[in-house]
């Protein structure tokens, strides 16, 4: 199913505010996951007070939607009624809206104390690595000057001012990107770094992707020579591998 850039995040946009809306609420996150492909067909009986049609049934249009026009492909809207019945079948899941983002904070932060380019886990200090990481989960930088209190050693007057500095920055930061202005910022970038990575792809083709060098692989195997490159290619693979199998 090969849906537009702009038709994708509509339908992503429409999921997210069915759930955040309905936060709690296991039979309106039903409801409304259900009513979001009804709403992109234009189909507007069950939308509520939310839904623009309701105040201006005449001058409507679709924001996001290509030339404001509801989706209309009676091909497509089986599929993605599939795709939303899933999600409202496990509306009890989803409703809580729960969040991975706290687990994967910590484990970036695990990450800068235990690198997984270096073996630590079988040395002394890999327990001390991870406890740094849960003390500054929990506290703070400022852990460091507490852990030298404890074991009778001066913390330092630099070192208490510096974490002290660190610790209020995280905090300025942590409250900024809690605000709406910073996520539509977020947004703007992610837009603009698709934009540029789409260019780049149009420029010189794909260069880090799955499978990127087989990418034309297709139209040679209908070429003679095409297909006399394959068998070739084919004979090098298993000359390599059994020479690497006597090593």
């Known amino acids: ?15 997210v505010y069915a759930v955040s809306s309905n936060k709690g609420d296991q039979d309106g996150t039903r409801t409304a996951l259900r009513n979001v492909v009804k709403h992109a067909y234009g189909e507007h009986a069950s939308c509520g007070d939310w839904c623009g049609y309701s105040r201006n049934p005449e001058d409507y249009v679709h924001k996001g939607l290509p030339k404001g026009a509801p989706l209309s492909s009676v091909e497509l809207r089986p599929e993605l009624e599939g795709i939303f019945e899933r999600f409202a079948s496990q509306a009890e899941k989803i409703c ?3 969040s ?8 970036n932060l ?3 104390k235990h690198p997984k380019a270096k073996h630590y886990g079988r040395s002394e200090s890999f327990n001390y690595r991870i406890a740094a990481a849960v003390s500054q989960k929990n506290i703070g930088t400022k852990y460091i000057v507490d852990v030298n209190q404890t074991c009778g050693l001066s913390p330092g007057q630099i070192t208490r001012k510096m974490r002290k500095m660190k610790d209020k920055y995280r905090a300025k930061r942590c409250e900024a990107q809690k605000t709406k202005a910073y996520k539509l910022r977020r947004n703007i970038w992610k837009q603009r770094k698709s934009r540029q990575g789409a260019a780049a792809e149009r420029r010189e083709g794909f260069t880090y992707q799955s499978e990127c060098g087989l990418q034309g692989i297709a139209d040679l195997l209908d070429d003679p020579l095409g297909k006399e490159i394959q068998f070739k290619a084919k004979q090098l693979t298993l000359i390599f591998y059994y020479h690497l199998s006597k090593q």
């Open 110 to 112: 695990a990450a800068s």
């Open 100 to 107: 991975s983002q706290s687990n994967e904070s910590f484990n």
């Open 1 to 15: 199913m090969n849906l537009p850039e702009c038709v994708r995040k509509y339908l992503v946009k429409g999921f």
């Open 96 to 98: 809580p809206c729960a």
